[in-house]
């Protein structure tokens, strides 16, 4: 029997290329969508603070990196 399974699959795809490196959020005090950068270097669940570009207010940002390597990103007011 050959195993098809490929253990690839199994790791999270960090270097690989097909890491999501940026996100595009709704601020959910001024309702501006900005761009923000991601660091999957950081691990497949992360929860910080980034203050907004546009309003200066605090975001509590949670990402959370699917196996595919796409990310879950989440803003909500501090
Ligand atoms: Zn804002």
Request: proline share 6%.
């Amino acid at each position: 029997m050959i195993d098809q399974h490929d253990p690839l699959d199994d790791e999270f795809p960090l270097g690989d290329g097909v890491v999501e490196l940026d996100a595009e959020v709704t601020c959910p005090y001024c309702g501006e969508v900005c761009l923000i950068a991601l660091d999957p270097g950081s691990g497949e669940a992360q929860e910080y603070v980034e203050d907004c570009q546009v309003c200066c207010q605090p975001w509590v940002v949670t990402v959370r990196y699917r196996q595919d390597g796409t990310a879950v990103v989440q803003v909500d007011e501090a």
